[in-house]
């Protein structure tokens, strides 16, 4: 048997019922079922979800992998080292893929088989305030830093492909990222920065449905901080670039963002929510800042006690 040419690779943790409608989507894929695998790297879930996996009756291959909890970026690394397709195609477990998404990422990696595909993320849940704002947000900086897709710098990990072989050469994500955020970000700036191509391509679509109440939205954009402060120390730590801040036009624009959107009657609401994710984004990243340097104090400290 050949290998299969995409081997789709889904973390998931504690979320049986989400990752189970995720898993039916992906039989309605306008793509060869013989061309694809699924990977299920179960993140350490209290109750496995391999028992359920086996009940499915679904038309393409499925493995799952039990590892201890350690978050999402070091699953997907258990993923990828148990894959056998050419290319890796990343899903989280809350997602939903539309029919064309394999073959839209086929195509542009017959364009480009060295790149990184970098797809768009819809909210699949309207209704929800804090859900819209949340993908708001990311579709703000997705045409923000990847408005001229020559220098296109930003990618999430719920929907992105690249090729399994250059993906290990890379590292694969850092696994010191526990939770969700910022283990994307800083894959993308490391692969770019050796020498690797990064492509927005906006027609590789997954719809997410990720429920959000006010406490989840805060905690949610607290978590994307603390992972920023890691991203920056990850960089420092490899002597890349300094990042440079960015203007007050672009936290003015994103502030903004809500009301350049047609037919949305809570525009206001949502942009308050938008100046609400920042705030809590700076409240993470100053937390954890003081956390790692206090690590590092008490590291310095225990290296220099007499032994």
């Not at 088989?113 to 309207?126: D, F, I, M, T």
């Not at 830093?145 to 590292?171: I, P, Q, Y």
């Not at 672009?250 to 929510?273: C, E, G, M, W």
């Amino acid at each position: 048997m050949n290998d299969p040419a995409f081997s789709i690779v889904i973390p998931t943790f504690n979320r049986p019922d989400r990752l189970l409608r995720c898993i039916a989507t992906l039989d309605s894929l306008d793509y060869p079922r013989e061309r694809f695998e699924v990977i299920v790297v179960d993140d350490g879930s209290p109750e496995p979800v391999q028992p359920l996996l086996h009940d499915l009756r679904v038309r393409f291959a499925i493995k799952c992998h039990s590892v201890k909890h350690g978050g999402p970026a070091a699953a997907r690394n258990i993923g990828a080292a148990h894959a056998a397709g050419r290319f890796l195609a990343f899903l989280d477990d809350d997602c939903a893929p539309v029919p064309s998404w394999l073959a839209r990422m086929e195509m542009h990696f017959r364009t480009d088989p060295s790149a990184l595909v970098a797809g768009r993320v819809l909210n699949g849940l309207h209704a929800n305030i804090y859900s819209e704002a949340s993908q708001r947000l990311i579709s703000y900086l997705m045409g923000y830093f990847n408005a001229d897709s020559a220098t296109a710098r930003f990618v999430t990990a719920n929907n992105m492909g690249v090729g399994r072989e250059a993906f290990l050469r890379v590292g694969g994500f850092n696994a010191r990222f526990r939770g969700a955020g910022g283990e994307d970000r800083e894959f993308g700036d490391r692969w770019q920065q050796l020498g690797f191509k990064l492509a927005y391509c906006p027609d590789v679509e997954v719809v997410h449905y990720h429920h959000l109440t006010l406490r989840q939205f805060f905690r949610q954009h607290l978590h994307y901080g603390r992972g920023a402060a890691t991203y920056h120390e990850l960089r420092s730590d490899r002597r890349a670039s300094h990042i440079r801040i960015e203007p007050f036009k672009f936290y003015r624009d994103l502030v903004l963002y809500p009301f350049t959107v047609r037919n949305s009657k809570r525009r206001l609401a949502i942009a308050t929510l938008m100046i609400l994710s920042q705030l809590a984004n700076a409240a993470g990243f100053l937390y954890e800042t003081l956390v790692e340097a206090c690590q590092r104090l008490r590291n310095n400290a225990n290296a220099q006690e007499p032994r």
